[in-house]
Every structure is written in C-alpha cells, then in structure tokens.
C-alpha cells in the first residue's frame, strides 16, 4: 500500500512542473519563430489588405512580431517576394500624395486570436494604413487590454 501511494506521488510530482512551465510560458512575451506557421498565420491576417492596396503578390520584411496569450504586436514592411520594393507607380497610385518611402514604410497591427485564427484588434477597420506616420499601438492600448509594454519595446 505505501509502494502504491508513493508512487502516485511521484507520478504527481513528475506531472506539476510541466502545468506551471506551460502557464510561465503563456505570461512571457515572446517572438514566433522565423518562417513558423504561427508567423505565418499572423502574417496572413495583413496580407489580403496591403494585397488589395498594392496587388499580389505581397510578401513582408518582418520588423517585429511579438505574440502575449492571445494577442500579437506586429510591425512589417510590405515588399514584394525577394525582397524587391513595391513598384513606384503601384505605390503611387496606391497612396496618392502619401509622403511615406516605399522603402522603409512600416504596416503596424495588434492582432487578437479568436479560436484558432489570428483577427484585428486594432487598426479595428481591419485595414492597416501604410502612410500613417503616428504608431497606433501604444502604452496606453496595451494598459487598457491588460498587455505588457515588452510587447512593444523592441530590442535590435
């Protein structure tokens, strides 16, 4: 009998740290990996907009993407496939009078995973503007949804 309940000890001692890791997992801010299908789904939600905006295909220089329980910060820089910048004329055409460079324009979202699927929290219209100038994620949005300011101070 005590054979029998020290070992359900151990079982149960053995099966506790793998709950609370998972849980110290969940409150870090952490960066999906390079080419992960957790990237690449976050990356998905931006792509039909900057899409319509700028034609297929879109493909993006990731600046920053930054994931916290359900949520994900994400600064990109959409380009075309191989790295090649967006056609002058399709950017112009695309934002007319935008004074933002095409080189260096940055698409920043705050995504919020609805079950399996990563959907805009904010810009909420869904439609990130790529000749906005003024960051629209900021200490105050995080604080009101409960989220880290780490998701946002980024390390080079």
């Not at 699927?117 to 906005?132: E, N, T, Y």
């Amino acid at each position: 009998m005590i054979r029998r309940f020290a070992t359900a000890l151990i079982a149960i001692a053995l099966a506790t740290p793998v709950a609370s890791n998972s849980a110290a997992a969940e409150d870090a801010v952490r960066k999906p990996l390079t080419g992960s299908a957790e990237e690449n789904a976050i990356e998905d939600v931006l792509r039909p907009p900057m899409e319509a905006l700028f034609g297929k295909p879109i493909a993006f220089r990731v600046q920053a993407i930054t994931v916290f329980r359900d949520y994900a910060y994400v600064l990109l820089h959409p380009e075309r496939p191989g790295g090649k910048p967006i056609e002058e004329a399709t950017w112009k055409k695309a934002l007319n009078g935008c004074g933002q460079d095409r080189g260096d324009v940055t698409i920043e979202a705050l995504l919020k995973k609805n079950g399996n699927d990563w959907r805009f929290d904010l810009p909420a219209s869904g439609q990130p503007d790529a000749c906005a100038s003024d960051t629209i994620v900021g200490e105050d949005v995080l604080k009101a949804r409960g989220l880290p300011l780490d998701m946002i101070l980024l390390e080079d």
